[in-house]
């Protein structure tokens, strides 16, 4: 049970009209109006989502985006950035270029903001020390609990913080919460946990990865809290989530959670959604490590009612074994956060984008976890992950049992001289399955992991996964990543 703190009467906003556009500026104007919010010559810097170039609602949705910026100017702000970091190994530039970002924000009146300089790489007269320079000048390191975060000064420099979140279900803490928005303040490199002093047996009994992880939301959550918060259910997508996979599906709601309190919006947010609060381990931890999380009862709720609006969403699978694909079956053992979430993602992706790989290949078995259950079927055996791998060296699937090759000829002959079977037994060898697929780390990276699927089974294999690759390596050649690499953009 969460204790709650005696904090002050917080306002938090529940919006629901026709449109998202209506939508925001209602919930605005129920808090006040966004004078409340922006004083004359701010500058503002928006957070929103940035993840991927799949469009909203993976990313924020513009409509939203160009109200804000409006209202914004008309609240007197004389400067208005947006920005955000994508999922690793992405540069903003690229989604930008995909998704015409630069040009779009431009005309509405306010700038993308190229957090990662990624803008610079194509410019042939700086060399790789002054992009550094430009690196270096465009970053503030803040030490939170002895870990060093590097925030960009644009965001530490900004009058007004606004976090515009786009709210989805997310297999790891069920919905993408506002304070997982402002954990992208920083870039993917850095969001990456890994194990560290820890026995990897540790790490995975302890669930540290997930532990790690939310100390790590709730650090950066303290560097600049939002001014004004807006969580944007009115499309989610629910069953698979938060980016859109086979089993993604839009919900429209009509609603939109607005205050100036992240963890309040979020408060009511997760109450909207029918979700316990008990069971947030987001914001359980937060409140072990003393932030101010409020009950219900002492958040003052303006607009609509929570009870008149309260709903179910499907959430996603909690457990990989549960995602089924076709000629894929998983066989778990003991896995923690980190292994999970990976796996879900790559399983979901698999799903969503290699329908015909998969029918190619017909029988693969995914191992993950420490000590999983050994396969029935053989086939193709995936190892997911440093547990998946190491605690299984000495199963049945790692060796083959076959007759030796004297033996069959032995065999055919006497079949074809109509000769009575041969009384000797026969003589069986053992030799290493080749047809195991590791995929190591704890936990894996989805993006090497699909270099050694495309590797292990051949291009032919693979149609559709290597269509992607090379639509990938058309925006992002591998020598342009070596070189983002280079000067630390990724
Ligand atoms: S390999 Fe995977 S399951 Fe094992 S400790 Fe690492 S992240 Fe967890």
Same mark, same amino acid.
């Given at each position: 049970?969460?204790?709650?703190? /005696? ?97 779009? *924000?431009?005309?509405?009146?306010? +700038? ?45 420099? %900004? ?14 803490? &069920? ?15 850095? !969001? ?32 600049? !809290? ?19 996979? $086979?089993? %993604?599906?839009?919900? $429209? ?37 003393? #932030? %101010?999380?409020? /009950? ?7 607009? @609509? ?10 959430? =996603? ?18 896995? =923690? ?28 078995? *995914? ?15 995936i190892l997911f992950g440093?547990?998946?791998?190491? %605690?299984?060296?000495?199963?049945? #699937? ?6 030796? !090759?004297?033996?069959?000829?032995? +065999? ?11 009384? $000797? !037994?026969?003589?069986? &060898? ?7 697929l590791e995929l190591p780390g704890?936990?894996p990276?989805?993006?090497?992991c699909? @270099?050694l ?19 990938? @390596? ?13 000067? @630390?953009?990724?």
């Amino acid at each position: 049970m969460l204790v709650q703190s /005696k904090s002050k009467k917080l306002e938090v906003a529940i919006s629901k009209a026709n449109t998202p556009k209506e939508t925001l500026l209602k919930g605005i104007e129920i808090l006040g109006g966004i004078s409340k919010f922006i004083d004359e010559g701010d500058q503002v810097f928006i957070k929103f989502n940035l993840n991927l170039p799949g469009g909203f609602p993976t990313n924020t949705n513009f409509d939203v985006l160009e109200e804000l910026i409006k209202s914004c100017k008309e609240g007197g702000a004389s400067k208005i950035s947006l920005g955000s970091f994508p999922v690793n190994g992405i540069p903003i530039k690229v989604l930008s270029d995909i998704l015409n970002l630069k040009d779009y *924000f431009k005309t509405i009146g306010a +700038e993308l903001a190229f957090l990662d300089n990624s803008n610079y790489y194509d410019n042939k007269d700086l060399s790789i020390e002054q992009l550094k320079k430009i690196k270096r000048d465009s970053f503030t390191n803040v030490k939170i609990n002895e870990n060093d975060y590097p925030i960009p000064n644009i965001i530490l420099n %900004s009058n007004k913080f606004i976090s515009v979140n786009q709210i989805n279900v997310n297999p790891l803490f &069920k919905f993408n919460l506002s304070l997982l928005n402002s954990y992208s303040i920083i870039p993917a490199k850095y !969001r990456k946990i890994g194990k560290t002093q820890h026995s990897t047996i540790e790490y995975n009994s302890a669930d540290q990865y997930k532990k790690d992880i939310i100390s790590n939301i709730l650090n950066i959550f303290t560097v600049k !809290r939002p001014n004004l918060v807006i969580n944007d259910l009115f499309y989610l997508l629910e069953g698979a989530g938060p980016f859109i996979y $086979k089993d %993604s599906k839009i919900k $429209k709601t009509n609603l939109m959670i607005l205050g100036e309190d992240a963890i309040s919006v979020d408060l009511i947010t997760l109450k909207i959604l029918n979700f316990e609060i008990d069971d947030c381990e987001l914001l359980q931890q937060a409140q072990s490590k003393n #932030f %101010s999380v409020p /009950k219900i009862s002492d958040i003052k709720v303006l607009g @609509e009612k929570i009870e008149e609006n309260s709903m179910n969403v499907k959430l =996603c699978f909690s457990k990989i074994e549960d995602i089924k694909l076709k000629n894929i079956f998983t066989y778990p053992g003991k896995y =923690c956060s980190g292994c999970f979430k990976q796996a879900y993602h790559l399983i979901n992706f698999m799903k969503t984008y290699m329908v015909k790989d998969l029918t190619y290949n017909s029988t693969n078995s *995914f191992l993950i976890g420490e000590s999983p259950i050994e396969p029935e079927k053989m086939g193709n055996v995936i190892l997911f992950g440093d547990c998946a791998i190491n %605690s299984t060296k000495n199963y049945k #699937f790692r060796k083959l049992i076959v007759e030796s !090759r004297k033996n069959l000829i032995a +065999e055919a002959k006497a079949k074809l001289f109509k000769e009575s079977k041969s009384k $000797k !037994r026969p003589k069986i &060898k053992e030799k290493p399955n080749k047809n195991i697929l590791e995929l190591p780390g704890c936990p894996p990276d989805i993006f090497k992991c699909l @270099e050694l699927i495309m590797k292990y089974y051949g291009k032919k294999n693979v149609p559709n996964l290597n269509l992607l690759t090379k639509m990938n @390596e058309f925006w992002v050649n591998g020598k342009l990543l070596d070189e983002l690499k280079n000067w @630390e953009v990724l």
